[in-house]
């Protein structure tokens, strides 16, 4: 069953009681990126990751807002980028 895409989601808990992080997402490339640094998996289908990070996990999480550039931007961008091809 395909989860659409307003409905994707993870969420990240840490437990500070046994000090592991908790991830549940539906959120494919999440459910790919973080399969391999799962220790005790709950629920683990195509479309579902649950369960606790492994303590061999050693990587970190990371919010960020997406930046949105003006067209004035974008535009220097490309330049820039022109620039560094052409040396």
Not at 56 to 78: A, I, N
């Amino acid at each position: 069953m395909k989860i659409s895409r307003s409905e994707q989601e993870t969420i990240v808990i840490y437990d500070v009681e046994i000090g592991k992080w908790h991830i549940d997402t539906t959120y494919p490339p999440h459910v790919r990126k973080y399969t391999p640094a799962m220790g005790k998996i709950e629920e683990k289908t195509q479309d579902r990751l649950a369960g606790w990070i492994s303590d061999e996990y050693s990587g970190s999480f990371m919010t960020r807002k997406r930046k949105t550039l003006t067209d004035e931007q974008r535009q220097q961008v490309v330049e820039q980028l022109r620039k560094g091809q052409e040396q």
